[in-house]
């Protein structure tokens, strides 16, 4: 099986692959997020374990690490946007808080088997117009000459992945709905993840058992709903240390922790270190 290294060291973190008349590919795998868009055409995307038919307006995404394959095409077209998110550090505002962000990105590459892909995105005619004209318009700025390309192929990369989220909204079979039912829970704790989240309310937000909804939590994520609002809070310190010049006991209290002990318990046990080793170690020369 074979690795594709795309990006050179110092190459932008954002590249378009237009691949026509794609035909039979080996099972290969990459270290950057790929978003395979379905111009035209048709044929069998594989992975290591299973086989699905793929067609004209289909949209899915291929993470890090994922090993597949093409077979059986037929006039198949796919254009193909890859990228870094690491590298890149495209700010989310309130994207987090669109269930059609968690569903895409998320919770569908996940969740693909067991939905047999039926709960990947299928755009119309005129929305596949629109987005291949926005990754027309990237394209241009990733191959400009011009200063600043790096920010406007950003800014235009943002505006795509806003229009497959809301894309995603729209979409109702039974197996998306499942999943946009659980992008309400993570779209809720995105916005609560500071504040005491039952898994009760959580359940409510889902409209799903929580029973339910806990295994789907530890089928996408590999943690419970609990861990999983715990390694937010985490994350969200990380970045308060990182970056000014609070307290310990401060953050602890701001990234939803009750108490500054177990704050720095949890965080050494995710992290490696205590909170004043990693400001030590990453802090942007704050007085601390």
């Known amino acids: 099986m074979k690795s594709f290294r795309l990006f050179e060291e110092n190459s932008l973190p954002v590249m378009v692959v237009r691949i026509d008349e794609q035909t039979h590919m080996h099972m290969h795998s990459h270290e950057f997020h790929e978003m395979v868009i379905v111009s035209d055409g048709i ?11 793929i067609e004209r307006g289909d949209v899915f995404l291929i993470k890090p690490g994922c090993s597949h394959a093409y077979e059986d095409t037929a006039g198949l077209n796919i254009i193909n946007l890859l990228y870094i998110p690491e590298k890149l550090k495209l700010p989310l505002y309130d994207l987090a808080d669109v269930p059609g962000f968690h569903a895409f990105f998320e919770l569908e590459p996940a969740l693909r088997s067991q939905h047999g892909f039926k709960s ?43 229009f497959v989220s809301r894309s995603y909204d ?17 779209s809720y704790i995105g916005m609560n993840f500071r504040r005491d989240i039952s898994l009760a309310r959580l359940a409510r937000k889902a409209a799903m058992s ?12 590999g943690v ?37 002990n177990f704050f720095s318990r949890t965080f050494r046990s995710h992290v490696g270190m205590s909170p004043r080793d990693y400001r030590k170690r990453f802090g942007d020369n704050m007085k601390f």
């Open 43 to 53: 044929g069998i995307h594989c992975t290591e374990t299973e086989r699905y038919s």
């Open 120 to 162: 990947r995105l299928q755009i119309s005619n005129e929305k596949l117009d629109y987005i291949s004209s926005m990754i027309k318009l990237l394209e241009d700025e990733i191959q400009s000459v011009r200063k600043g390309k790096l920010y406007a192929a950003a800014s235009v990369l943002m505006q795509i992945i806003l």
């Open 170 to 186: 729209k979409s109702n079979s039974p197996a998306q709905t499942e999943i946009f039912r659980l992008g309400e829970a993570l």
């Open 210 to 221: 929580e029973t339910t909804l806990y295994r789907m939590f530890k089928k996408s994520f």
């Open 224 to 260: 419970s709903p609990v861990n999983y609002v715990i390694s937010l809070r985490v994350a969200h310190a990380r970045k308060l240390l990182e970056s000014t010049d609070m307290t310990v006991s401060d953050i602890a209290g701001d990234s939803g922790f009750g108490d500054s």
